[in-house]
């Protein structure tokens, strides 16, 4: 392991870090930083300390920490009514589903809780309306996923990874899905076959590393599927509700997929909400008893989601996104050569390559959190910026500052 690059901690943070790796299991490795609030796009942490956040707990706060908006629906609800189940309706769900849908230009929506539900929910609505609508043999419909893709952590899922942290020794793997290079239209209509049900992608790779696909892949992914019969499944749980400058990655070609994963941002930072979006003749084949969760649709999470579509529907977010995306860009172009290798930008979402004789991205990671930024690496070498859609352009150049000067020491 190498020598830290973190700021020493002091005795409080000491003694929650060494509470936590007793207690809890080591399957995260955090940033030695324990917080305690969050406001904005800024937390603190038990010593005082302020931070920008430039991760925003990886897109779940797009409107930043306790946006008060948000925070007034789930107060309101809080006192009203938080838990139905769906044995019996509640007077929330039927307005944020109608608001969503029309968010997402669809009809049905089908809520969930986090993002991993939302994909495997995706995977039995393709598969049955592969059997029911499309009329595959019994047992044979088959789902093409790209190559370095991330959909979450359940067992169906880690067994279409590529990724051996995340797959090995989780096995054995749900059959039924198959693999092209992520990117490559070409190589998923050489896939379909008579028992293809859907093709599920990411429409940018968020946990890859913000892997933006070449310009017309999405177009032709909705070409082929469309004239294939084959569902168009994007997972839009990272990319969408305006962390690219537009509400949907699929905006960017202007594109409508068959089905909408949605998660993150949606349940507003306050709590998981995840969805599910299509119009009728998709989501229908669905019926009462195949399909639920006990926490999905409740009143407090559709009052939180209510007021994230709301709040989407302005557009305004989306233009900021846009708007300080294009300076991130253009800042982030200027590293290119001096610690930096590579940068892959999507609105107000980047990935970068930091160059090895630098350091790793951890190590970038931990310089930054010194210096009061907040990023994460991932894959070794690159660092993900993702800050809270509300952050002030002055905020963002401060941040790109820091870095500048940690890539340049
Ligand atoms: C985070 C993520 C998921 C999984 O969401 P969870 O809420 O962590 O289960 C799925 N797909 C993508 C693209 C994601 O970024």
Same mark, same amino acid.
């Given at each position: 392991m190498s020598t830290s690059h973190a700021p020493a901690l002091d005795e409080a943070s000491s003694r929650v870090i060494l509470d936590e790796a007793q207690h809890v299991a080591h399957n995260y490795h955090p940033l030695p930083v324990v917080i305690s609030r969050g406001e904005g796009s800024w937390v603190t942490d038990v010593q005082g300390k302020r931070y920008l956040d430039l991760l925003a707990a990886y897109s779940a706060l797009n409107f930043g920490h306790g946006h008060p908006a948000i925070l007034a629906a789930a107060r309101e609800q809080l006192d009203r009514l938080t838990l139905t189940s769906r044995a019996y309706h509640n007077d929330q769900l039927g307005a944020f589903a109608g608001a969503l849908a029309t968010l997402c230009r669809k009809d049905v929506v089908l809520p969930m809780n986090t993002g991993a539900e939302a994909v495997e929910t995706g995977i039995k609505v393709a598969r049955a309306w592969g059997y029911r609508t499309k009329g595959i043999p019994d047992g044979q419909a088959s789902i093409i996923v790209a190559d370095g893709? !991330?959909? $979450?952590?359940?067992t169906t899922i880690v067994g279409f990874s590529d990724d051996p942290s995340a797959r090995d020794d989780f096995g054995p793997y749900a059959p039924g899905f198959v693999h092209v290079p992520y990117g490559d239209a070409a190589a998923i209509e050489a896939a379909i076959t008579p028992h293809t049900a859907a093709v599920l992608i990411e429409p940018i790779q968020g946990e890859a590393g913000v892997v933006v696909p070449p310009t017309g892949y999405l177009r032709a992914v909705r070409e082929i599927t469309t004239r294939e019969n084959v569902l168009f499944i994007a997972d839009e749980i990272q990319s969408g509700l305006g962390r690219v400058g537009t509400t949907f990655a699929c905006d960017r070609e202007e594109v409508v997929p068959d089905l909408y994963l949605l998660g993150k941002a949606l349940g507003g930072g306050i709590l998981p909400l995840s969805a599910v979006v299509g119009d009728r003749a998709v989501l229908g084949v669905i019926q009462p008893g195949e399909h639920g969760s006990t !926490? $999905?649709?409740n009143p407090l999470a559709c009052a939180v989601g209510l007021r994230v579509v709301e709040m989407l529907a302005t557009g305004e977010f989306q233009r900021r996104a846009a708007a300080l995306g294009e300076h991130l860009e253009e800042k982030l172009q200027s590293f290119l050569g001096n610690g930096v290798t590579a940068v892959r930008v999507a609105g107000l979402w980047a990935g970068i390559d930091i160059d090895p004789a630098v350091g790793t991205g951890r190590e970038v990671a931990e310089k930054l959190l010194a210096r009061g930024v907040l990023v994460k690496d991932t894959h070794g070498q690159t660092i993900r910026v993702a800050p809270p859609?509300?952050?002030r352009s002055t905020e963002l150049d401060w941040a790109l500052e820091q870095l500048r000067v940690v890539l340049a020491a």
């Open positions: 893709n !991330f959909h $979450g952590r359940t !926490f $999905g649709g859609l509300v952050i």
